[in-house]
C-alpha cells in the first residue's frame, strides 16, 4: 500500500508517480499520498496521473482549489519538464 506506481529518474531528481483512473475519494488519495512521500526521503516532487476523462476533469475542477496545495504544478508544465528531461520542479496533476 506504501508503494509507488512508479519513480521517475531525471537528472538528480526523483518524482513519484501515482495513477489512479477514476478516484472516489480525493482526500483520502491525498493523504496517502501525503504519507508515501514523508516514508520515500529523496523525492523531489510527485505527479498524480489521472486519466483525461469527463469525471475526472470534473473532479480535477471541482476539488482545484485543495489539489493545488500538494500539487501546485499545472500539467501542462508538468508534462513539458518531463518531454524536454528537465525536472518539473515540485508536483502536479496531469491528464492523460
Not at 471541482?62 to 518531463?82: C, K, M, N, Y
Amino acid at each position: 500500500m506504501r508503494a509507488w506506481d512508479a519513480v521517475m529518474h531525471i537528472g538528480g531528481a526523483k518524482l513519484a508517480v501515482e495513477v489512479e483512473t477514476r478516484p472516489r475519494d480525493l482526500q483520502a488519495l491525498q493523504r496517502r499520498m501525503a504519507l508515501k512521500l514523508r516514508d520515500t526521503p529523496g523525492m523531489s516532487g510527485m505527479v498524480l496521473l489521472l486519466g483525461d476523462t469527463r469525471y475526472n476533469r470534473h473532479l480535477v475542477r471541482q476539488q482545484g482549489e485543495s489539489l493545488r496545495t500538494e500539487l501546485p504544478i499545472d500539467g501542462a508544465a508538468v508534462l513539458e519538464a518531463l518531454s524536454s528531461g528537465r525536472d518539473p520542479g515540485g508536483s502536479g496533476v496531469v491528464l492523460i
